[in-house]
């Protein structure tokens, strides 16, 4: 597969991804490395350009990553961002010392060289997001200084000739005004490129490289009904049709109907073997008397994990294995190197007994929302592709207390009520995550004449944008009050109805 590719050279920034993620906007493919990929290696990927990223250390300490200054003269174009703007000044024999006084957030720039292509089309001043403690006071011999700041005499710098160009600000945080320009300017005016990197070209390539590496294999896909899987199993069943089998454990803790829409959906639109393990009384079961959170979620991972292998044991035979791991599973901040894994939930350990001719990850390369942007082209509905996160361990961590057959069926009931309403009053867009909780509390109310004694329900909605950190969402006291209405009336056994107004912090999203 040959298409244009840019080396981000991670040295520790917190930015990295990000940096990736801004290339591959512009149509260009980007991948992450981290400083100690050898020389050699780098040479012989074909790289229309290095972006070396910040990093949190000072270059002129011995300790702080460092790279051969040789990398400068292999003829590739070089765009230092932050760390990496000081690291090829030092490379270069320039000099970086330590600010007098550090520039952090939106700082104005001035434009004193009009005709550098790293800034066409921006203005002669503008806002860039700096964040630094060191500065270069003297650029390499060959580099002009570009544009500048009040407190800082070398924001960018250059040296066209040898194609290497340095910026001591963030073009791919939002907070720079013109960004996004910088990028595509390093990427097309002074890299070249053409931006061959689209997802229709994507889903040919991969699944004509699928093809050839499957043959008339089998191939064996665990189906969660999350973003990244369906698509997996999407491009998938375009390779290879029924050849695949997707395997779909429904353990009785997923959303009203969910299991059914899932099934509905993978064996309407695709063509492939659908092997749905339904457990849910088996779940009850093993469930039964724990109250503590973290044994209920041990008792649904580990039961999970016995049904998911016993299941995939029975379909291995030879062929691949293959799941829904995307890019940033793969990489580590500070390493960039596929090499370090992580443990995360979409790569899993397979008990040794299992044996398969290798594993397959079509999505390794792509981050999140590219994957979504595939999961449109190839046609999976909007309600999967741009599906909300909900926990591995289902509404077992919305059901405080000990789990039973009738709190499943009063939380499935209220959450399905409770996202119908979010649905009809146009807000859903503005939300990243909603969901009703069980609490185990039963209050005292009033219907009619009669004196009840039934569930709480307590719903939750929250804004955020990487679910490390979550603000409560602002509902309209109207919104509010048909949801109320709703759940009182509709669901079976409710009679109260709370809205959870905590952040993360203190409150985490999910309740246990
Ligand atoms: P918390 O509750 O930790 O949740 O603030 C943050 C985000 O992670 C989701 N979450 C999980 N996802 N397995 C998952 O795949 C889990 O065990 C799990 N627990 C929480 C949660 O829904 C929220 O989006």
């Not at 006084?101 to 005709?115: A, P």
């Not at 550098?116 to 001043?125: A, I, Q």
């Not at 829409?261 to 695709?270: A, D, H, Q, S």
């Not at 398969?356 to 994957?371: Q, R, W």
Request: aromatic share 10%; charged share 25%.
């Amino acid at each position: 597969m040959s298409f244009e590719k840019i080396l981000v050279l991670d040295f520790g920034g917190q930015y990295n991804q990000l940096i990736a993620r801004r290339v591959r906007d512009e149509s260009v493919y980007a991948e992450i490395k981290s400083y100690e990929t050898p020389l050699d290696e780098i040479k012989a990927a074909g790289y229309k350009g290095i972006i070396f990223t910040g990093g949190p250390n000072s270059v002129y300490d011995e300790s702080s990553p460092h790279y051969t200054k040789d990398i400068l003269d292999i003829g590739v174009p070089v765009l230092g961002i932050c760390y990496g703007a000081q690291l090829m000044a030092w490379m270069g024999g320039g000099k970086v010392e330590s600010c007098v006084k550090s520039e952090y957030g939106k700082i104005e720039i001035e434009n004193t060289k009009r005709d550098s292509l790293l800034f066409k089309g921006v203005d002669e001043k503008s806002i860039v997001w700096m964040s630094h403690t060191d500065f270069i006071s003297a650029p390499p011999e060959g580099f002009e200084i570009t544009s500048h700041s009040a407190d800082c005499p070398c924001a960018s710098m250059e040296n066209v000739g040898r194609k290497l160009y340095a910026v001591q600000f963030h073009p791919e945080v939002t907070h720079s005004q013109f960004g996004k320009q910088f990028l595509h300017n390093f990427l097309f005016e002074v890299c070249g490129c053409k931006g061959d990197w689209v997802m229709d070209d994507f889903i040919e390539r991969t699944v004509e490289s699928l093809r050839e590496q499957i043959g008339d294999k089998k191939v064996v896909l665990g189906l969660s009904g999350g973003v990244d899987s369906s698509v997996a199993a999407g491009l998938l069943s375009r390779a290879v049709g029924r050849q695949l089998t997707c395997v779909f454990v429904d353990q009785g803790l997923m959303r009203k109907n969910e299991g059914d829409f899932v099934e509905e959906t993978f064996t309407r639109l695709f063509d492939m073997n659908f092997v749905r393990v339904n457990c849910g009384a088996q779940f009850i079961s093993k469930l039964k008397g724990i109250t503590d959170p973290e044994q209920k979620r041990k008792t649904i991972g580990s039961e999970f994990y016995k049904v998911f292998w016993d299941e995939i044991r029975k379909q291995a035979d030879g062929g691949f294995f293959a799941q829904g791991t995307i890019y940033p599973d793969r990489i580590e901040s500070g390493k960039g190197d596929a090499a370090t894994i992580k443990t995360h939930h979409n790569q899993v350990k397979m008990p040794e007994d299992i044996t398969f001719d290798g594993v397959i990850e079509p999505l390794g390369d792509l981050f999140k929302d590219e994957v979504r942007r595939v999961g449109e082209k190839l046609g999976i509905p909007k309600e999967l592709v741009w599906r909300q996160p909900f926990p591995g361990p289902g509404l077992g961590v919305r059901i405080i207390g000990e789990i039973t057959e009738e709190k499943i069926k009063v939380l499935q009931e209220a959450d399905a009520v409770f996202r119908d309403e979010i649905k009809k009053s146009g807000i859903e867009d503005q939300l990243s995550q909603f969901f009703a909780v069980l609490p185990d509390v039963q209050t005292v109310g009033v219907m009619g004449d009669h004196r009840t004694y039934d569930h709480l329900i307590a719903i939750r909605a929250v804004t955020t944008d990487d679910f490390m950190t979550a603000d409560w969402a602002k509902i309209p006291y109207d919104i509010l009050a048909r949801i109320s209405n709703r759940l009182t009336n509709e669901v079976d056994h409710v009679n109260r109805v709370v809205y959870d107004i905590t952040s993360k912090p203190p409150g985490t999203v999910e309740w246990e």
